[in-house]
């Protein structure tokens, strides 16, 4: 897993100025470092440079190190690459009849070799987390892409016919030619939907990411993007002990060849079924090798006495923890982190984003990843299986379905009374959210002839992949990678995907049992109290100390006239929030994030606008 970015221009000659160009690309993959630092490198021709930052995974030798450049018929082909290509030994088999010599043990050379026997059309081959960018000399045209579940980031913004890419927004603006914008769209953005981003959409003006489950060509023709891969709706015509039966060879698969790696891996433990089930598999695969998983949890110090129990998380997650521990032979560390470091943890979740995110369930795991970096580089995740197993409440709650916008955020009344009436009126939020929720709709694969709950149900499972499951997934990375640790997510595997979607509603939810069939297809991995527990989602602190320390910093911002954020919030708005009493029952956004994460968020927006010169 790394960092890659570059940029590129077919009217330029950027060899006349090699010195500088190389020192630019240095600067560029610097900024992104913390993604791998153990090797770097850059490549650069006459229309392309390209730079790269290595977290050593596979191929641990220095002939893996990119960028990864070969030749065929005098044109070179050059490939910056970051992500984990899973079936990589199936695609080198045929690679290798049709003369390909590997000179490494690293997937790169597969990603490029793929490519200049395949085209673009080699992404279909891959099954993993992948974006790469592949200078192909012979045909003068840059080719960026991306997985289809849209694990892996990869930005770009293109200006005056020069396009600059990156794994994050911070290596595009590093380029000389390229600032950071934040307009009013952004604000709206900001405002409205975000932590979740429109698909490929940056939030600063005029930057993009390509969208997950395509590829984009820059050539003389211009920029185009292309989608490879999409959801498609058919009957579903197994019965429930099939589909279970299915689904559990899909799980043993996916995560038994997530196991792949030249480096131990690890698995994130929260108690919860998802990261039971994925740990189970990966216990049983090391214990045939005679080893043991390292497994991590995570919680807040003193969350014993202040947790506060509701609809959204009914219960606490360590003694399920400590199940696990009692059944399985893990290597086990319970993490914690204290209110001051997830407190200071919020400005670095900024850093890691380039833009404000889900508050402290940024900073929190953020500050996780940082610690499970100590012991392990790479670590699996449950991520992914509420939205494609129902697990939500959205999915179940008659005033979720129902609303006619997206589920996870139904009322954004309280962030429109946050802001100066004023912007408010300029900015007119509620009528974006209700753009972005249609033209999200108007992308849903529907069933022939399907009406009604089942077509609503359709819609939620499609808003959820579309929108929450990438923002999940985003976090996800920036969290991990900020420390240089490779995190994979086995129910993200599209296969998965592909086979859930067309379950019926009834039967991933049989007798309104949530996640029912997942846990059907569970039995023979996990015991019964595992396998049947509740849902609870994410830990997050309850101790009012956090709160504390919170509405300090909030009170400090709305009375120092030079906060950039006192341009657009109401100052007696943001008196009342601080003063009200908490509400921790009722989410502005997902399930987690209440009042105390409005004032958190609040700190964030304000912090980014003073970075990037608001």
């Known amino acids: 897993m790394c ?7 077919l ?45 050593t ?64 059309d080699c992404v279909g081959l891959f099954n993993g987390i992948f974006a790469f960018a592949v200078w192909d000399g012979r045909l003068e045209r840059l080719c960026l892409f991306r997985d289809r579940s849209g694990i892996k980031p990869l930005f770009y913004t293109i200006k005056d016919g020069l396009l600059v890419f990156g794994s994050e927004p911070k290596a595009i603006f590093a380029h000389p030619r390229i600032d950071p914008i934040i307009d009013d769209d952004s604000l709206r953005k900001v405002f409205s939907i975000l932590p979740a981003r429109t698909e490929g959409d940056g939030v600063f003006k005029n930057l993009y990411e390509i969208k997950y489950g395509c590829y984009a060509v820059f050539d003389r023709n211009g920029f185009s993007q292309k989608r490879y891969w999409q959801l498609e709706s058919a009957p579903h015509t197994e019965d429930f002990e099939t589909t279970a039966a299915h689904l559990k060879s899909l799980i043993i698969d996916s995560v038994r060849g997530q196991m792949v790696s030249d480096v131990p891996v690890c698995s994130f433990l929260s108690g919860g079924l998802d990261s039971c089930i994925v740990t189970a598999i990966a216990a049983e695969y090391l214990a ?24 959204f998380q009914p219960e606490q997650d360590k003694p399920y923890v400590k199940k696990m521990l009692a059944h399985f032979r893990l290597n086990h560390t319970f993490l914690e982190c204290s209110q001051s470091e997830l407190a200071d943890y919020l400005y670095k979740a900024v850093d890691a984003k380039d833009m404000p995110g889900m508050a402290d369930v940024d900073a ?5 990843c940082k ?28 005033e979720f379905i129902n609303a006619d916008t997206f589920p996870w955020s139904i009322n954004i009344d ?46 939620i499972s499609f808003l959820n992949l579309n929108q929450f499951m990438t923002t999940l997934l985003w976090r996800m990375d920036t969290a991990s990678m900020y420390s240089g640790l490779e995190a994979r997510v086995p129910f993200a595997d599209h296969r998965i995907i592909e086979y859930m979607w067309n379950v019926p509603f009834d039967m991933k939810c049989p007798d309104g049992v949530v996640k029912g069939l997942l846990r059907e297809s569970a039995k023979g991995l996990l015991p019964d109290e595992l396998r049947l527990r509740k849902k609870s989602p994410y ?76």
């Open 371 to 398: 610690e499970v970096k100590k012991h392990n580089k790479v670590t699996l995740t449950g991520e992914c299986a509420d939205e494609i197993f129902a697990g939500y409440p959205w999915f179940h709650r008659e």
């Open 539 to 614: 830990p997050k602190t309850y101790n009012p100390e956090y709160e504390r320390i919170l509405k300090e910093k909030l009170n400090h911002i709305i009375n120092d006239k030079n906060a950039p954020i006192n341009d657009i919030i109401d100052k007696n708005a943001a008196i009342s929030l601080v003063s009200a009493p908490s509400e921790y029952g009722k989410p502005w956004f997902g399930q987690l994030m209440s009042t105390p994460q409005m004032i958190a968020y609040l700190i964030q927006v304000n912090y980014w606008l003073e970075k990037f010169g608001y």
């Open 414 to 459: 309280v962030r429109e009374s946050m802001l100066k009436s004023e912007v408010a009126d300029r900015l007119d939020i509620k009528a974006y959210v209700r753009e972005i929720y249609k033209n999200t709709l108007a992308k849903v694969p529907y069933l022939d002839g399907e009406t009604g709950i089942k077509r609503r149900q359709r819609e």
């Open 3 to 9: 960092g890659i970015t570059g940029f590129a221009d």
């Open 288 to 311: 045939e090798k005679k080893k043991f998983l390292n497994t991590f949890s995570f919680d807040f110090t003193e969350n014993d006495r202040y947790f506060k129990s509701n609809s």
């Open 57 to 120: 995974i596979r191929g641990l030798d220095a002939k893996s190190n990119q960028p990864l450049v070969r030749s065929r018929g005098g044109f070179e082909y050059a490939v910056v690459y970051n992500g984990e290509i899973y079936n990589t030994a199936d695609i080198n088999k045929e690679l290798t009849k049709k003369g390909y010599i590997f000179e490494t043990n690293s997937d790169t050379e597969t990603v490029l070799y793929a490519y200049m026997e395949y085209g673009v």
């Open 11 to 55: 009217t330029a000659d950027f060899l006349s100025q090699k010195d500088e160009n190389i020192a630019l690309l240095k600067k560029m993959h610097k900024t992104i470092a913390h993604r791998g630092g153990d090797a770097e490198g850059e490549y650069l021709s006459k229309y392309v440079g390209l730079g790269h930052a290595r977290l």
């Open 364 to 368: 929190s795991l953020l500050y996780f």
